[in-house]
């Protein structure tokens, strides 16, 4: 009947969704780096006691450098951990800027040219262009996500490639973008108590004088 064949098109719709979200999964599952419970688990009870333990110790600071990251895998995702207060730490190294990767070179791509631009009339050697790497490199981080993480700061010294950085599900955690990180968006959903801080990046409020030594510096966002 009608009414069964409209069925099982749409069956047949969700079942190509599902083979597209799954290939989709999987491509990002090679890429991704995940780092969960760095500074300890979550506790599902906020009003839960912490650890003795955590209670009598100094603020924890956790590292994330090149070696933790898995060969080929440029998304780094933190999730799933809980620290003692926002004087606990999680900081992407200056050191995740030297990671390498490998971009496909569009050697068929044709340069614009402009009418009356004198550069159109400067020869180019055939030899140069076919001598053009297949390949070239690419450094720092793809992107990063940060999900499910609470009470704790994450320091950003890293440069992004895509210049974004994603928050889901996050409580009371203060991100800090350093100057040598190189990111320009940053994307939160589900969040509460969200204190962002972009460091050494003057705002327009900034004038000569408030420049000088002694004097306070205005940042994006005061």
């Known amino acids: 009947s009608e009414a069964e064949a409209e069925e099982r098109k749409k069956a047949k719709d969700v079942e190509k969704a599902k083979e597209t979200l799954d290939r989709y999964k999987e491509r990002e599952r ?3 780096s995940e780092f969960k419970g760095l500074l300890g688990p979550v506790d599902d009870d906020d009003d839960a006691a912490m650890p003795d333990e955590r209670k009598s110790t100094e603020p924890v600071t956790v ?7 898995d060969a080929g895998k440029r998304v780094v995702t933190i999730a799933d951990t809980a620290g003692h207060s926002v004087n606990d730490t999680i900081v992407l190294t200056q050191d995740l800027s030297h ?3 490998k971009m496909a070179t569009n050697t068929n791509m044709t340069p614009k040219s402009y009418d009356g631009d004198a550069e159109n009339d400067v020869p180019e050697d055939d030899g140069a262009k076919q001598q053009q790497p297949e390949h070239r490199i690419i450094y720092g981080l793809i992107k990063a996500f940060v999900s499910n993480v609470r009470n704790c700061t994450i320091r950003i010294k890293c440069k992004i490639i895509s210049g974004t950085v994603e928050l889901s599900r996050c409580h009371n955690v203060n991100v800090v973008i350093h100057s040598e990180a190189t990111v320009a968006t940053l994307q939160a959903d589900l969040c509460d108590n969200i204190v962002i801080d972009f460091r050494d990046a ?3 409020k900034n004038t000569a004088a408030s420049s000088l ?3 306070k510096k205005l940042y994006w966002g005061d």
């Open 202 to 204: 003057p705002s327009g």
């Open 63 to 69: 590292r994330i450098t090149r070696d933790m990251v």
């Open 99 to 101: 990671l390498e990767s």
């Open 30 to 32: 090679r890429v991704m």
């Open 213 to 215: 030594p002694g004097q």
